[in-house]
């Protein structure tokens, strides 16, 4: 289950993080973290549960505001222009984001057209088919076992084809294959100049994989 | 507008799939109308005369009810999130999910009032009115539900503390709604109550989606 | 540190940080009572030894000198506390929005203290307890208001987005409050022709308007004065993880 993305080569993007400082309550999960990645890099989020690392996601999103410190996505501060900075991102949450009672094919319509992209429905059916979703199409989402509700986000992350990828415990409910087919997908991804940053337990290898511990 | 009407349909779509959710709401307006006549007396005239209060009270507990599906499923489910982090506009999401909540919870109600008028034995001229005060008045309590619906997200007893913050701020409409409808049936004139159901209809379309987009940022962060 | 810690009053926003706000306010708390103190007796006074017995009502009139500047106040307070958490809500302080959290109580204390005397005034007068008035029943729906606003911050246990939706909850009840007023007497015109009003208030005397006047202010600097010893308790929950606050002398002990 390899992912072919035909799409061009992603222009240099540069995504940093300067001086961030999380609080939360009473406590400070974390202060003044900065890092920097450029096209084609990846950067594993490591840490014990508690530890910030969701927390961390939000900032950089922009769903939740920093105690101090800013995020810039080439070179401009996310709060200047939340639209252009939304355009290139894709983001995973903890929940699969799918609508329980729409299909497969539904749901990856209805994120193109969040997303602002032009998606024929041919198109759709050849990314769900992509991973491995054929005959599955038009069930309700609620249908699914766990591991195909994964190939959709899969392959709605695929359709989004944004340059940033901001993913929160991708590899949760994925078997072994699925990783394999996940890590793909981050491979391509990288070598098309896109930036990802995720979290997980689990020990990933990819080639020139950063790795930030909370 | 792209987003807007997509955002109608699939809140639409969703609502057919789940046909059930919708129609304990009207079925509830309808029960609670016929609570007044069980708890006061089928006096003729006496029921004329409260219907209009009667006809809009249950319309405004009906509109609470369904608010509390407003936001809630997309906030479980993680779409609520994505819809705040698409290159589209915010407001206009979920000033598209508020018209989908009136489509649904509101015109319907517009269909059975008629019917629930005659089992009061409003005239015809009332009737009339009692729709069109409705007409401007549902979207009205939609959208001011929403800011309560988007505060309450995800609390503890949401469905409740919804309704405390929201039912004194939906007092003026009905004021003018039902007032309307009681002026007509004794002839004074209704033009000043349909001005200002107009009004706070033209406010609250122009302020209430960005004040309901902020509350929701600040109950997803 | 700069040496504006010396002189806090010049510098607002120094202010801002509940750390110097609290030593301040506990210096000003015992000169908003004597004050409070001061005005009540001086409009206690006034309202029952000096202002002349009502030609209508009799003695009993004399609770609006209660009643008047309670309402006042419970909508004077609604104001201050929108404001405070719409500056919060804004400039992001915290110090600002734990103004608000103190103020909410005190608002609606006044308000139900309006509606008891209110009834109290009614009940000789006009032989009911409660009369569908205009302003009464305003003064009901914005206690309403008030139990919404503490009721919502009490639901939600993240003290800064308690903060945040309770700004909002503030500002859209303070924009709706004149809206409510003028629906509200609309309706009050419409079904009863207004027959009993409490704001067909007898002639004032002079006398009666200075004795509700002075009572006002003793009622406002009562407020001030409970809203810092409240605020300073809120300032100890909130912030009693930070250093300074288990350095003072009432937490150590």
Known sequence: ?????????????????????????????????????????????RGENGVGKTSLLRLLVGL?????????????????????????????????????????????MM???????????????????????RGREDLPVHYLSAGQKKRVVLARIAMQGAPLWILDEPFNALDSQGMQGFIGLLENHSSQGGITVFTGHQDINILGLKVLEL | M??????????????????????????????????????????????????PGVIWVSALLATLLGLQRLFASDYLDGTLEQMALSPRSFVVLVLGKITAHWLVCGLPLLILAPVIGLQFDLDTAALE?????????????????????????GLRGGGALMSLLVLPLYIPVLIFGAGAVYAKSVGLDVTGHFSLLGALLILALAFVPWVSAAALRIAIE | MNDLTNKPWLNWFKLASPSTFYPVAGRLIPFFWILSIAFGLAGLWMSFFVAPVDAVQGQGYRIIFVH??????????????????????????????????????????????????????????????????????????????????????????????????????????VVN?????????????????????????????????????????????????????????????????????????????
């Open chain 3, 177 to 253: 409050v004149p809206i409510i007023y003028f629906s509200v007497k609309w309706w009050n015109t419409l079904h009863q022709g207004a027959s009993v009003s409490m704001s067909k208030a007898p002639s004032m005397a002079q006398t009666m308007l200075w004795g509700m006047l002075l009572m006002a202010l003793c009622f406002w600097m009562y407020a001030i004065a409970v809203t810092l010893m409240r605020v300073r308790v809120i300032i100890l929950e909130r912030e009693s993880h930070a250093d300074w606050v288990k350095q003072l002398k009432e937490v150590r002990s």
């Open chain 1, 111 to 133: 994120y193109a057209a969040l997303g602002a992209i032009n998606l024929s429905y041919e198109s759709a059916l050849q990314y769900l088919w992509q991973f491995g979703l």
């Open chain 1, 64 to 108: 939740a505001q920093p105690e101090q410190g800013q995020v810039t996505w080439n070179s401009s501060n996310i709060k200047n222009d939340y639209e252009a900075f939304h355009q290139g991102l894709c983001f995973l949450g903890h929940r699969d984001a799918l609508k329980e009672d729409l299909s497969a094919l539904e749901n990856l």
């Open chain 3, 68 to 173: 008047v500047p309670a309402s006042w106040m419970s909508m004077f307070l609604y104001i201050m506390m929108a404001v405070w958490a719409g500056i919060g809500l804004v400039f992001n302080t915290r110090l600002s929005a734990m103004m608000a959290q103190a103020i909410a109580p005190i608002g609606a204390v006044m308000a139900f203290l309006s509606l008891w005397t209110g009834a109290f005034w009614g009940k000789p007068m006009w032989g009911a307890w409660w009369v569908w008035d205009a302003r009464l029943t305003s003064e009901l729906i914005l206690f309403f208001l008030y139990l919404g606003f503490i009721a919502l911050q009490a639901s939600i246990d993240q003290a800064r987005r308690a903060d945040k939706a309770s700004a909002i909850l503030a500002l859209v009840g």
């Open chain 2, 129 to 153: 009115t009692l729709l069109l005060t409705l007409l401007l008045g549902t979207p009205v309590l939609s959208l001011i539900g929403s800011i309560g619906a988007a505060l309450t997200l």
């Open chain 2, 2 to 51: 792209n987003a807007f009407f997509m955002i109608v349909q699939r809140d639409l779509l969703l609502v057919m799939r789940r046909k059930s959710e919708v129609l304990t709401a009207l079925f509830f307006f309808v029960i609670v109308t016929s609570l007044f006549p069980l708890g006061i007396g089928a006096d003729t005239a006496l029921l004329r005369k409260i219907a």
């Open chain 1, 1 to 45: 289950m390899t992912a072919h993305t035909s799409s061009p080569p992603f222009a240099t993007q540069s995504f940093q993080a300067t001086d961030l400082t999380c609080v939360r309550g009473e406590q400070t999960l974390f202060a003044n973290l900065s890092f920097t990645l450029t096209s084609g890099e990846c950067l594993h989020v």
